[in-house]
Nanobody
Framework: QVQLVESGGGLVQPGGSLRLSCAASGSIFRLYAMGWYRQAPGKQRELVATITSLRITEYGDSVKGRFTISRDNAKNTVYLQMNSLKPEDTAVYYC???????????????WGQGTQVTVSS
C-alpha cells in the first residue's frame, strides 16, 4: 500500500558529505512524521533524525550539528543532509514514515529497504 524508496547512499571519505532522499508513494491519505534510522553491523537500530509534518525535528546525539533533516510535503519526500561524516557513521540507513493510508483506521509505520552509507578512506 505504501512504498518508501531511498537513494543517495554510497562510499565517502571521512569529513565528506552525502545527501539521502526517501520518497513515499502509494495509497497515502495523510503523511505524518518521517525519519531516518541506522543500523551498523552488530548493533541495534538507532534514531538518526525525525521530522513531523509541521517540520519539528529531533536528532540523535551522535549526529547533532552535523546532519540536517528536511522534507518536501508536496513530494512526500524526506531528506537527510549528512556533513562531516565519520567512520562511525557507517551503517545501513532506513527511512521510516507514519502514514494514514486511504481507507485505513489509524496511522501506521512503514519502513524503506535501506541504503548503505560507508565512510572510509
Amino acid at each position: 500500500q505504501v512504498q518508501l524508496v531511498e537513494s543517495g547512499g554510497g562510499l565517502v571519505q571521512p569529513g565528506g558529505s552525502l545527501r539521502l532522499s526517501c520518497a513515499a508513494s502509494g495509497s497515502i491519505f495523510r503523511l505524518y512524521a518521517m525519519g531516518w534510522y541506522r543500523q551498523a553491523p552488530g548493533k541495534q537500530r538507532e534514531l538518526v533524525a525525525t521530522i513531523t509534518s509541521l517540520r519539528i525535528t529531533e536528532y540523535g546525539d551522535s549526529v547533532k550539528g552535523r546532519f540536517t533533516i528536511s522534507r518536501d510535503n508536496a513530494k512526500n519526500t524526506v531528506y537527510l543532509q549528512m556533513n562531516s561524516l565519520k567512520p562511525e557513521d557507517t551503517a545501513v540507513y532506513y527511512c521510516k514514515a507514519d502514514v494514514w493510508v486511504q481507507g485505513g483506521n489509524y496511522p501506521q509505520g512503514y519502513w524503506g529497504q535501506g541504503t548503505q552509507v560507508t565512510v572510509s578512506s
